[in-house]
């Protein structure tokens, strides 16, 4: 794995900047997933080029034996997104909770020439007008990650939730050491949080690894709720990798 690492931080490093935008190294990262101390399981998230500016992120679930009684190992969430000149825009998202009923589904449609956004979400109809900071779960872990990769703070993002748009902010904590089961990595430690919300996150962003978060606490009133370490990270496969 170590061998691996070295071979990937060399196709990450520099990212490459142009007049339409930043672009990416396609990635394949694994997280294990704690619940109120219970390893619950295992995410894999995986970044991948459609077009030279359009790129797919997805996320799979593969959760633990007890996990599997409330999450399904189908379970699957994709963003479709654009980054160019105008920043990160989604250009649609869906989500599958792996079962045969579709209560729980989703499927929105980013049209932003008739600045708006369509679909359903656990079969509620969604009609929203966008915003230039508009992002869906997804989309948003990339904004940060591009806004860091540009040596700019995150903005505040608008994140769609349902048929409803909720504000996040992000504030830059400290710079420290941090061990995370792929490896000892220096990081910068953001926190973000929503106003009348009690949940805070803090996410350990690695510089050397393009800004890729190796550690993301949820803190629910003060306490720990889930956290998120990073296991292996490796260049996505069949992506068209290239040194940058």
Do not use: C
């Amino acid at each position: 794995m170590v061998r691996s690492l070295i071979i990937f931080l060399v196709l990450l490093a520099p990212p490459a900047f142009a007049d339409e935008g930043i672009s990416l190294t396609p990635y394949r990262a694994t997280y294990a997933f704690h619940y109120r101390g219970f390893k619950a399981g295992l995410i894999h998230f995986t970044l991948s080029r459609q077009t030279e500016n359009i790129y797919i992120y997805a996320s799979r679930v593969e959760p633990g034996l007890l996990a599997r009684l409330v999450v399904s190992p189908d379970a699957v969430e994709q963003t479709v997104l654009q980054i160019d000149a105008k920043g990160v825009r989604p250009l649609s998202w869906t989500s599958e909770d792996g079962t045969a009923s579709r209560d729980k589904d989703g499927t929105l449609l980013f049209d932003w020439a008739a600045q708006r956004v369509s679909g359903t979400v656990e079969g509620q109809t969604v009609t929203l007008p966008t915003r230039p900071d508009l992002q869906n779960r997804l989309s948003m872990q990339i904004a940060v990650l591009v806004a860091l990769l540009q040596d700019k703070p995150p903005a505040p993002i608008s994140l769609i939730d349902g048929d409803r748009v909720k504000l996040y902010s992000y504030a830059y904590q400290k710079a420290l050491q941090l061990d995370t089961p792929a490896g000892r990595f220096d990081v910068v430690l953001y926190e973000s949080t929503r106003q009348g919300s009690s949940r805070l996150k803090r996410i350990y962003h690695a510089p050397a690894l393009g800004y890729l978060p190796v550690r993301l606490e949820t803190l629910r009133k003060g306490k720990r709720d889930s956290v998120l370490e990073l296991v292996s990270v490796s260049p996505a496969e069949g992506a068209g990798l290239r040194p940058m």
